[in-house]
């Protein structure tokens, strides 16, 4: 079987190139696309595209932008029936069969050879990413029954006031646009895991989820000014440490489209202090449902690991409710096309246009939980069509703690 490499590629490219460009020029000249089309009565958006592809000058260009083995052979056609050189034909041949060739040896799908050549080639492998993730998107909101516009997770990360050496967490998280498809099935709505024993009735979490006010026990407060109106009823369940929110199956079919937005504090939950050499402190998010946007913001305090940058890190999440993206494998990694941005304290990137509300949920809860927003700089991830099962994660590389910490002397892990 063929072996395709970069070089072979490129030459593939340059001799379709030379040839289908000199097949196509009127007396030397390069025709626009319309006058391609109506010299030798092809489809126009077939000439668009060629006459595009040969325009580039990197081999590798060339073969992306090219329409299919078979368009391409029509031109032929068209090509020979208007007179052109039988020897400019037996090489624009030539050249179609060597791509047919490479194409083949990838499993007979240009769509193949471009996923290859976006390996090398940036404008290929975004637009390659794009049209996965919203295929994904598409048949994964077929198979779950459900889709929505907007997900959210933001986190607050403080000290402790009761233990110097570890952070409190805010988390605020929930979606926007949710519509069920399917009434016969449930919806995931959230989660979280208990940080403190699991010996809390879940009556408790019941009652804390709609009691209006943030709760220290590592229970979820639903934000329902910012949610719809009435908020649906929500059933709770509890595994061990796990919460678990889902919307039950709506037997009437109520198609009606849901916001719900949650808020929570989990005490202690992440280390102030490198207690190890290369210890770093995970924000993850695995989608659990289809959504065509979302939104990662780490809001961290001033005093809260000071010069530390982020790295993002996507990788095959084990499972979508106990992600272990804190144990960094590289055979799980991905090295997709996204990025986060970091702002320092501004007030800018609190808001965020697919969310008109969520600057007033950031303060409304942000007061209730006795913050200052002017305190926090922001880390922002936003992605377009998110992978459900992927987790996508924020990684801030802890600082040496001060000198007499008792983490200095612990050396534990």
Not at 67 to 74: F, H, K, M, V
Not at 126 to 140: D, H
Not at 304 to 322: C, H, Q, Y
Not at 346 to 361: D, G, I, K, Q, V
Request: charged share 25%; aromatic share 8%; hydrophobic share 40%.
């Amino acid at each position: 079987m063929q072996k395709i490499t970069s070089e072979s590629l490129e030459r593939i490219g340059s001799a379709i190139h030379g040839a289908l460009a000199e097949l196509i020029a009127n007396q030397g000249r390069f025709p626009r696309p319309t006058e391609l089309a109506r010299r030798w009565e092809l489809d126009q958006t077939l000439c668009v595209r060629t006459c595009r592809a040969l325009r580039h000058e990197e081999p590798l260009r060339v073969l992306h932008h090219l329409p299919s083995t078979g368009s391409l052979r029509s031109i032929l056609a068209a090509g020979r029936s208007h007179g052109a050189p039988a020897a400019i034909c037996s090489r624009v041949a030539t050249a179609i069969d060597g791509l047919e060739a490479a194409i083949s040896a990838l499993g007979g799908k240009k769509a193949n050879l471009d996923t290859l050549i976006g390996s090398q080639l940036l404008e290929a492998r975004e637009k390659i990413e794009a049209t996965s993730k919203q295929s994904i998107f598409r048949g994964m909101s077929n198979l779950l029954g459900l889709q929505c516009d907007v997900s959210l997770t933001s986190y607050f990360v403080y000290p402790s006031e009761d233990d110097p050496e570890r952070c409190d967490e805010l988390a605020i998280y929930g979606s926007s646009g949710l519509r069920r498809l399917r009434p016969e099935l449930p919806i995931l709505v959230g989660g979280r895991i208990l940080f403190g024993e699991p010996s809390q009735e879940l009556s408790q979490a019941h009652e804390v989820l709609y009691g209006g006010k943030l709760d220290r026990s590592g229970f979820s407060v639903a934000l329902k000014e910012f949610s719809t109106d009435p908020f649906p009823e929500v059933r709770v369940i509890q595994s061990g440490t796990r919460l678990i929110y889902t919307l039950p199956a709506d037997g009437g079919g109520e198609s009606q489209e849901l916001a719900m937005f949650f808020a929570s504090i989990d005490r202690h939950a992440s280390e102030r202090w490198r207690r190890r050499d290369g210890a770093a402190a995970p924000f993850v998010f695995v989608p659990r449902n289809p959504a065509k946007e979302f939104l990662l913001d780490v809001f961290v305090h001033r005093d809260v690991w000071p010069g530390s940058e982020p790295s993002l890190e996507i990788g095959r999440g084990e499972n979508v409710l106990t992600p272990l993206a804190a144990v960094r494998s590289d055979i799980d990694r991905l090295d997709l096309r996204e990025s986060f941005k970091s702002f320092g304290a501004e007030p800018t990137p609190a808001s965020f246009a697919p969310l008109p509300r969520y600057s007033a949920m950031l303060a409304r809860v942000c007061e209730d939980a006795g913050l200052a927003m002017e305190d926090f700089r922001v880390h922002r991830l936003h992605v377009k069509y998110p992978v459900i099962s992927l987790s996508y994660a924020l990684f801030f590389p802890l600082p040496d703690p001060p000198r007499g910490a008792r983490s200095a002397a612990s050396g534990t892990s």
